[in-house]
């Protein structure tokens, strides 16, 4: 008994900790008071939504106006969660990331103390663990299969990171099709180039950069969501996002298939009659088991409150420093009482370097290169391929990086491959200050 309590006092000061850990930007913070008190900068009162397009070219700072004017109509439209969410999603794009955390963790609903005897007990059953590093152990997994799924949250870039250090080995076991479920499915797609055009979370830099490496290695672009999505139930928008990639596989028997899609699209049981995975329906009308990799349940701040429970234990009793799967026997570990995946991602705490997650580094193939603040009223800074930038189309091409937030120093820090770049740096109003042109050795 003695043991259970002060596991449980250890796990409230550990889980205490990362959670007073958690908590928005002073840069955030700053520019939400530029927003109170600039509101004209609102142009957009009718549409409901979040969104960052404006006369179809992208404005990254336009939801987060409109989510810091607007907040109370927002709430009273979607939810309190929904609206929580939806600024996390746009802080993820913008390279706050710490603050999208925050945002993104304040829309699960909280639940009461007991919860931590609980988690606690079910973290300490999960003895006799062998973690082993995540990429190698997949690969191994992936190498007879002819589906793989691998899931995401939407305002987390880490799991995108993820899948671009995993591509290449996929690519490698004969692997050349990248469906995504952000993918424009309609006439206008630029599916081979990064554009606008390519989707929606494609205009995040990490899945921009996913996007880039994929289309460089050889793989084709698949969009699998149906043209009247927006119209369909969440059961019915499933089943056809599967009927479209059962599709594709009866045309192409021979080919194998990478799926990214979001949270419990790639789960393999459902839930109920109203709540069936895309990935269930996928199952039954290929006839095909796809390979199922969750890494939304256990990465900070989790799905639930829940979770970011057991994920704050889960870390702490194995001391996780690298992503990895936890086996038993060899065999993948079912974590959170769940069940749905063949096997979970643990990804570790995100490390802040310069004010950045270190993991934008991309397992080593991007560098940290230092911007240095040129202008008075600099807040933003964008690093575009030199190839894809130029003033006429601003808004059409997607950053390799950018971020408002900077370091002690005061300077900013951006993560880019080796190549030529054009730096753009701009204010609070989004106005451009100048641009730079650099190279990264």
Partial sequence: MKKIILSIILFVFVTGNLLAQRKATASLLELEHFIQQNKQLVTDTTNPFLSMLEKGRIQYFKPLYKAFVLKNELIDTHGLPAYNEDVAQALAFAGDYQSALYYQEQASEPLPDSYINTVTKKVEALNNLQMVPAIPFILKQAGNRSIVLINESHSKPQHRAFAIVLLEGLYQQGFRYLAMETLNP????????????????????????????????????????????????????DSMQAVHLAQFMKKHPSEKIVVLAGYEHTAQLAWDRESIPMAVYLRYLSGIKPLSIDQTEMTE???????????????????????????????????????????????????????????????NTRKEIPVSPAYKTLFFVQAFYKNEWGEKEEGIYIPADQTFVNAENGFYYLYLYPGKYQIVYRDKAYAILGTKEITVQ
């Fill in 301 to 363: 701040g989790s799905n639930s409150d829940y979770g970011r429970l057991y994920y704050a234990a889960f870390v702490h009793q194995h001391n996780i420093k690298q992503t990895v799967i936890p086996l038993r026997n060899n065999i993948p570990v079912q974590l959170l009482d769940s069940g749905v995946y063949d096997m979970y991602v643990v990804h570790p705490p995100t490390k802040y370097q310069d004010g950045r997650p270190a993991w934008y580094n991309f397992n």
């Fill in 186 to 237: 309609y006439k206008n797609a630029s599916l081979k180039q990064l554009t606008v055009q390519t989707g929606y979370y494609t205009s995040e830099p990490v899945c921009g950069e996913l996007v880039r490496k994929a289309l460089q290695m050889g793989f084709t672009l698949l969009p699998y969501e149906d043209e009247n999505a927006t119209r369909l139930s969440n059961n019915q928008r």
